[in-house]
C-alpha cells in the first residue's frame, strides 16, 4: 500500500507543490484512467494512454516522455515486467531526471531490482537539504522497506524542523518512526518520543493526528499525560475524538501491562 500511495502521489500529481509542474501538461483524455491496487496494470493503461507501445522497447521509450508521471510508470513497468533488462534504462533515466519525486521513484525501482547505484540515489536524495522536506522522507521510507537505516536522520532533521504549510513532511516523517525506533538506541528512542510527542502542539492537524496515531502504534504509555492534554486542549473535534480514542487505547495496554 505504501508504493501504492506513493505511485499515486507521483501519478496523480497529488504533491501540493512545485513538483506537480507537469500536471498541466497530462493529457485530458487520461485523467479517467484510475490508479488502482494493481499499479503495473494501472500504469500500463497511462502508457497506452499515452499513445506508447506496452512492449518492452515501448516502456523503454516512454522513460524519456516529458511528463514526469509517465517517465514514473515507464519505470514501473519495466521493473516490474523485464527486471533482468531494466536497470540500465532506468540509471539512464534516473540519472538524467529532472523531477525530484520521480527521481525518487526511479532510485526506488532500481533498488528493487538489487542494483547498488539506485539505494545510492535513495541515500543521497534523503540527505539532500536542497530537496523539499516530502522528497526526502519518501526517500527515507524506500531506504526502510530495504531495511537500511541510511536515512534515519534526515526523518528526524524533518520532525525537528517546524511545519511548512507548502511541503507535507512532517506526517510521512513521523508514520516513519515506527519502523526504525526499535533499532535506536535508548538515548537516541527517548529522544524520538520526544519528537513525536511535540508534533502533538504541532500547527497541522494531518501532523497532530499523526502524531497520537503514531504513540499508540509505539505502545507508549508513558505519553498518556500529555496525549490526554493534548486531547483536551484540541480545537478541531475529529482530531479531538480520534486522540481521546487513542488515549483510552493506551490506557487499556497500560492496564494489560499492569496485570502482567
Keep these: 500500500m505504501k508504493q501504492i500511495a506513493a505511485l499515486i502521489l507521483i501519478v496523480g500529481g497529488l504533491c501540493g507543490s512545485s513538483m506537480c509542474q507537469y500536471s498541466a501538461a497530462w493529457p485530458q483524455q487520461c485523467d479517467s484512467?484510475?490508479?488502482?491496487?494493481?499499479?503495473?496494470?494501472?500504469?500500463?493503461?497511462?502508457?497506452?494512454?499515452?499513445?506508447?507501445?506496452?512492449?518492452?522497447?515501448?516502456?523503454?521509450?516512454?522513460?524519456?516522455?516529458?511528463?514526469?508521471?509517465?517517465r514514473a510508470c515507464a519505470s514501473l513497468v519495466l521493473s516490474d515486467r523485464w527486471p533482468k533488462d531494466a536497470a540500465s534504462p532506468i540509471e539512464a533515466a534516473m540519472l538524467k531526471e529532472?523531477?525530484?519525486l520521480t527521481r525518487v521513484g526511479l532510485a526506488w525501482d532500481l533498488a528493487r531490482l538489487g542494483d547498488n547505484a539506485g539505494r545510492e540515489m535513495l541515500?543521497?536524495?534523503?540527505?539532500?537539504?536542497?530537496?523539499?522536506?516530502s522528497t526526502r522522507v519518501q526517500a527515507a521510507?524506500?531506504?526502510s522497506e530495504l531495511h537500511d537505516d541510511s536515512c534515519v536522520d534526515s526523518v528526524l532533521d524533518v520532525l525537528q524542523a517546524d511545519s511548512d504549510p507548502q511541503d507535507d513532511a512532517k506526517y510521512p516523517a513521523l508514520d516513519l518512526v515506527p519502523s526504525f525506533i526499535g533499532r535506536l538506541t535508548a538515548q537516541d528512542s527517548r529522544r524520538v518520543l520526544a519528537l513525536v510527542e511535540k508534533a502533538l502542539d504541532d500547527p497541522?492537524?494531518?501532523v497532530r493526528l499523526t502524531a497520537s496515531q503514531t504513540l499508540v502504534r509505539l505502545g507508549d504509555i508513558s505519553a498518556?499525560?500529555?496525549?490526554?492534554?493534548?486531547a483536551a486542549k484540541e480545537q478541531?473535534?475529529?482530531?479531538?475524538?480520534?486522540?481521546?480514542?487513542?488515549?483510552?487505547?493506551?490506557?487499556?495496554?497500560?492496564?494489560?501491562?499492569?496485570?502482567?
Excluded at 34 to 50: F, K, T
Excluded at 224 to 230: C, G
Design 98 to 100: 529532472s523531477d525530484q
Design 141 to 143: 521510507r524506500w531506504m
Design 224 to 230: 498518556i499525560p500529555r496525549l490526554q492534554a493534548a
Design 123 to 133: 541515500v543521497s536524495e534523503c540527505h539532500s537539504v536542497s530537496e523539499w522536506g
Design 33 to 70: 484512467v484510475l490508479m488502482d491496487s494493481d499499479m503495473v496494470a494501472s500504469c500500463e493503461r497511462v502508457i497506452q494512454c499515452h499513445h506508447f507501445r506496452t512492449s518492452e522497447q515501448g516502456v523503454i521509450a516512454a522513460l524519456d516522455s516529458d511528463k514526469a508521471q509517465l
Design 204 to 206: 497541522s492537524g494531518i
Design 236 to 260: 478541531e473535534e475529529t482530531i479531538r475524538s480520534s486522540m481521546s480514542s487513542d488515549v483510552k487505547d493506551l490506557e487499556k495496554l497500560a492496564a494489560k501491562t499492569t496485570k502482567q
